[in-house]
């Protein structure tokens, strides 16, 4: 049977249809036929999506450009590798390697007045995401309640919010949770660059939070999208690492249902010289 519709496309046409798409869009493409195979896996055509999505350019002649584009292609930043912090040194912050972390490393701020992280997220393809924050609190907290975690997109569509108030969160700290910024963020045009932050510029000091990462996530809740969602985040941020805690939670992450907000997981004294976890 002949060809029909869009598979009877010249390949030229194809090409510049494709060069509209991102990177899983070429990948699902590939799979349709051999004549889209063929286009979706043109080397001059990740090189071009590699431009569109990091504005730079790939290095030429010693990798496919398909395979540098996918050892870039995530939704999540490291907060202690992968962005900007205000006074980011001691004593305000330290930077502390934590195997409980799916990069490794985590910001831990002692104190400040003046609260700034912000960290961009390049070439974010169409679609609707939450933004997520993902932390832990230290023992004996001061206003951090106070502190604002937004997301906003280059043409100005902005998600914000606070984390939920917990006096025992205050006074015990926790273990790493997930804080879901309520709301949707919309990104409507192709690659936009999406600002991440975490901001408080109130007078009163804030004390004892660790930033580990902050990411999108696509409003996508069928089993196949959450099965996919770790390799889509967090793209090869472990493959350097031999961390079998950190494989395990993000497998915990990809398979997660997110809801607006966050769900404390509390830490309890059980004596005087030590701490466990609920």
């Known amino acids: 049977m ?3 519709g869009v598979t009877a496309l010249p390949d030229d046409v194809l090409f510049r249809i494709f060069a509209l798409c991102n990177g899983d869009d070429l990948r699902s ?5 051999r004549a889209f195979r063929a286009v979706a896996q043109d080397g001059f055509l990740w090189k071009v999506i590699y431009r569109k999505r990091f504005y730079s350019e790939p290095d030429s002649g010693s990798r496919p450009y398909q395979d540098q584009y996918n050892d870039r292609d995530c939704l999540a930043l490291s907060v202690a590798d992968s962005c900007e912090i205000v006074h980011g040194h001691p004593p305000y912050w330290r930077f502390s390697v934590d195997p409980r972390s799916v990069f490794g490393k985590v910001a831990l701020l002692n104190g400040v007045s003046w609260l700034s992280v912000q960290g961009r997220l390049r070439g974010v393809h169409t679609g609707k995401y939450r933004a997520v924050w993902r932390l832990f609190v230290l023992p004996h907290a001061r206003n951090i309640f106070d502190i604002r975690f937004s997301a906003q997109t280059s043409l100005g569509r902005t998600v914000e919010g606070q984390l939920p108030p917990n006096a025992s969160l205050l006074e015990f ?3 790493y ?3 879901v910024i309520p709301g949707v963020l919309v990104v409507k045009a192709p690659f936009e660059n999406v600002l991440l932050e975490c901001t408080c ?3 009163e000091w804030k004390t004892n939070i660790a930033l580990c ?3 999108l996530e696509p409003v996508d809740d069928t089993p196949r999208a959450r099965h996919a969602r770790a390799r889509v985040l967090i793209g090869n ?3 350097s690492q031999n961390n079998e805690d950190a494989r395990k939670q993000l497998r915990r992450l990809g398979n997660s249902r997110l809801q607006p907000g966050a769900a404390y997981n509390l830490w309890k004294p059980w004596s005087t010289a030590g701490w466990a976890e609920t």
Do not use: H, I, K, Y
């Open 2 to 4: 002949a060809p029909s």
């Open 29 to 33: 493409l590939s799979e349709v036929n």
């Open 173 to 175: 700290g926790s273990d």
């Open 177 to 179: 949770f997930d804080f």
């Open 201 to 203: 510029t109130s007078r």
């Open 213 to 215: 990462s902050a990411r």
């Open 237 to 239: 941020a472990l493959t």
